[in-house]
């Protein structure tokens, strides 16, 4: 059974910083993993989604990599601001149609 | 478009009641995911649907609670009778038909339920 384990459970750092979350699962044999942001009292929006044969993906100040056969995968935030305080969750998709979710890294980022 | 949309969005309701959560996916999505988010458990997955037919299920803590998708605009799911322990946020997804490895799940606001 997939398991997905997020470390830290949360995070405060300064305004500037830059910052790496954790994120790693039990069973290599994922099609993807997705990174998910998810604000206090809203539901979840995807900020990358990188496929098995991926090594990373970007986004603006956002960089997500992917170890398969270590089962590991970080997200990488350059030069954090207040606005990206939010619980970012990650989740892997094996061969059926599932997702598997950590349960979230709490971001707080303090100017 | 207008995204996953869900109603009630909070639904406070005294154990023993049925509850109703209803969501519409995004139009053209053939794939709907209804799931629950605790504090103690976190997010998973309750049941999905392609194509409007139930594929997994394994997700549904008991008999209590049932799932719907009658057609490709709408589902529901249903609790009843209700309990305290039911207490969540119900979130749905959908997702378009996809080939290969890409796969992208879009969400809903969510339903935060409160069962007294």
């Known amino acids: 059974k997939q398991e997905v384990t997020q470390i830290p459970a949360a995070l405060s750092v300064p305004e500037g910083e830059n910052l790496v979350l954790n994120c790693s699962f039990t069973?290599?044999?994922?099609?993807?993993l997705q990174w998910f942001r998810q604000d206090p009292g809203k539901g979840l929006t995807s900020l990358l989604l990188?496929?098995?044969?991926?090594r990373e993906q970007t986004s603006g100040r956002l960089n997500a990599s992917l170890d398969k056969s270590s089962g590991r995968s970080t997200l990488y935030i350059a030069a954090s601001q207040p606005g990206d305080s939010a619980t970012y969750l990650c989740?892997?998709?094996?061969?059926?149609?599932?997702?598997?979710f950590g349960k979230g890294t709490k971001l707080t980022v303090n100017p | 478009d207008a995204g996953v949309i869900q109603s009630p969005r909070h639904e406070v309701t005294e154990m023993g009641q049925e509850v109703t959560l209803r969501c519409k996916p995004i139009?053209?999505?053939?794939?709907l995911f209804w799931y629950r988010q605790t504090m103690m458990r976190g997010l998973e997955l309750l049941i999905y649907?392609?194509?409007?037919?139930?594929?997994?299920d394994s997700g549904m803590p008991e008999d209590r609670f049932s799932a719907k998708m009658p057609n490709a605009s709408f589902s529901t799911l249903k609790i009843q009778p209700s309990e305290p322990r039911d207490s969540a946020v119900y979130f749905c997804?959908?997702?378009?038909?996809?080939?290969?490895?890409?796969?992208?799940?879009?969400f809903g606001p969510g339903t935060r339920l409160t069962v007294t």
């Open positions: 649907f392609n194509n409007n037919v139930p594929i997994d």
């Open positions: 990188i496929q098995s044969s991926q």
């Open positions: 997804a959908s997702s378009p038909y996809t080939t290969g490895y890409v796969y992208e799940q879009y």
């Open positions: 069973d290599s044999a994922i099609y993807n």
């Open positions: 139009s053209g999505h053939n794939s």
């Open positions: 989740a892997v998709k094996g061969g059926s149609e599932k997702l598997v």
